[in-house]
């Protein structure tokens, strides 16, 4: 008889350990529920508040600007002055002085090599 109360006595344990972790497994699960319930919450909420955003914009139609640039003809017919002279570029280098084994022409007098 013992034997048989040692072996009731470890098969309820086990029961205990498995009802123990069933309810811990329950108990994950509506956590993980009611985040995403929440989360679903959060993200409706955000909704409203854009659509509403966007009823009030179609609501106002055209916002009144502050400023209204008007232009006449005489605007565009006038020379344009420049308050300095425009940038002169070099013309573009085609590549055919690059590697040379020739002399660079002297310009201005200047010898600009440095030789020793």
Do not use: Y
Not at 87 to 93: D, E, K, R, V
């Amino acid at each position: 008889m013992e034997n048989e109360k040692g072996e009731v006595s470890a098969s309820n344990t086990g029961e205990l350990d498995i009802e123990q972790e069933d309810q811990k497994i329950e108990q994950f699960f509506a956590l993980i529920r009611r985040f995403q319930e929440a989360r679903n919450r959060r993200k409706d909420e955000l909704e409203e508040k854009q659509k509403k955003k966007k009823v009030r914009r179609l609501n106002d139609k055209e916002p009144q600007p502050s400023w209204v640039p008007s232009f006449e003809w005489e605007d565009f017919t006038d020379d344009i002055k420049f308050r300095r002279p425009p940038l002169i570029f070099p013309s573009p280098c085609n590549g055919k002085n690059v590697l040379d084994d020739k002399k660079p022409e002297e310009e201005d007098g200047l010898d600009l090599s440095l030789t020793l």
